[in-house]
């Protein structure tokens, strides 16, 4: 007796007995996405195992469909998720929740759980506020989690950030969020659209969803990518549509905005760096036209010269922790000795020693700033008080949540010797708090500023002021 041949089993499509019918839902289970886009590695197997079913019901029934008419797909193990690393950050594998409620600071759910959102009641919100709440994440260094929620009630994943930054009010799934959108195209694209990935066959190996912040050059290849992943929330220069899968990305229009792109949304984002991460870098926060992305020469700069690279030079080192070395905190076009100071303690940063951090910046030094990489200027805090007294300013990054520090200690206590200190509960101490953040906002409402200019997180001028 010749022995039968293994081959892929296509059931007639026209035949509606429950064996055929049962064998086609299966193949479209097995079928719906390959695992080299993101499908469940158990399908193959669920595949192999239904047509191994049909030979083996063809020997032992005759070709009959009884003995096949019993057969049933095997449930899909899941796979694990993969331990945080550096391959999970270019990786969109992460799990992710469904759809829930807001959830209390004690993780009870606000309202009745389980509610959905109404897709036909979404609030109007701009496209400036969009991307001012996807910083929100951002600036806190929310990390990731598929059961976690944060202090605003929205869930700690990729889809809960959407549902944050678009202010649903519920926590949606990437299976989900397209009922609140409207599909456009690549060339549409506008800051505060999402880019969306959703892997029916397998919803927590492959979904993703990122928040769309702007074109990284007129090449439209890289995009600004604000989304949460691991091991936090994160803004990157991607590449369209994302680092895998990129195919399978669709750009959706949240209907609560209104149309057109509204003038207080900068349109070339600034994009902390990641060392060789792919795609050209866009230029440093507030960079002005006709900056130089190439190295204009090391005749541009040292004693004596006076010319626009020079003021940009200024402007790349303070966005990357110099603003000590510049008393206002603004360069301009003249060199001075405090150009030739922060870019030797840029180049100190990255390790550099002797002829290569001698403060006069080369193809590496200008290379590293315009494109975002290597190391930021690390804070001085025990640094010498400068010019009438002041204590030099440590730079921006020191005064955010997450961040201990004798810098925040000494703001703390220079702001109780100012009179602004009814915030603390207890001595400042080293760690950032909320009181640090309403004590320094009221010291800058003192001075009649208001807006960004009060915000709570001291600048220069700010600082310039409390230890005069």
Known sequence: ????????????????????????????????????????PAARGARR??????????????????AVAAVTTPTPTPTPTPAPGPAAL???????????????????????????????????????????????????????????????????????????????GTNEWTGSLDKFATKITKD????????????????????HVVIFGG????????????????????????????????TKYVPYRFNGVPGGILPD??????????????????????????????????????PGKTNDHVAQLGRMLIERGAYRFYPKGVADRTWSDHDKLATAAFQRAQ????????????????????????????PTVAAAPGPGGVRAYPGA???????SNEAIRALGRQLVKKGFGKYYTTSPDLRWSEADRRNVEAFQRAQGWTGASANGYPGPETWRRLFA
């Open 49 to 66: 195992a239904l047509v191994l079913a049909t030979a083996a019901g063809v020997v032992l029934g005759g070709g009959g469909t009884t």
């Open 90 to 168: 270019d990786d969109p594998s992460s799990p992710q929740g469904g759809r829930t409620p807001l959830h209390g600071p004690k993780g009870g759910p606000v309202g009745k759980p389980g509610a959905p959102a109404r897709p036909g009641a979404v609030r109007r919100i701009d496209r400036a506020t969009i991307i001012n709440r996807a910083k929100l994440w951002l600036d806190a260094e929310v990390p990731y989690s598929m059961s976690e929620y944060w202090t605003d009630g929205y869930r700690q994943d990729c889809s809960g950030y959407v549902s944050m930054v678009w202010n649903l």
């Open 397 to 403: 990054l020191v005064f955010r949540p997450g961040q």
């Open 215 to 246: 074109w990284v050059d007129s090449t439209r290849t890289h995009y600004v990518a604000y989304e949460q992943t691991r091991p936090n929330t994160r803004k990157l220069a991607t590449p369209y549509g994302y680092w895998s899968n990129a």
């Open 351 to 378: 390790g550099w020693t002797g002829a290569d951090a001698d403060g006069i910046p080369g193809t590496h030094t200008w290379k590293l700033l315009v494109e975002k990489q290597g190391k930021n200027i690390p």
């Open 265 to 302: 949304v900068p349109e070339a984002p600034e994009v902390p760096g990641v060392p060789d991460a792919p795609g050209a870098q866009p230029p440093p926060a507030g960079a002005k036209p006709g900056d130089a992305t190439v190295f204009p020469g090391a005749d541009k700069f040292g």
């Open 188 to 207: 549409e694209l506008l800051p505060g659209d999402m880019l969306l990935f959703h892997n029916p066959a397998d919803p927590n190996n492959g979904s």
């Open 1 to 40: 007796m010749p022995m039968p041949g293994f081959e892929e089993y296509e059931p007639a499509g026209d035949c509606a007995c429950r064996g055929c019918a049962q064998r086609r839902r299966a193949l479209a289970r097995a079928r719906a996405i390959p695992l080299r886009d993101g499908g469940h």
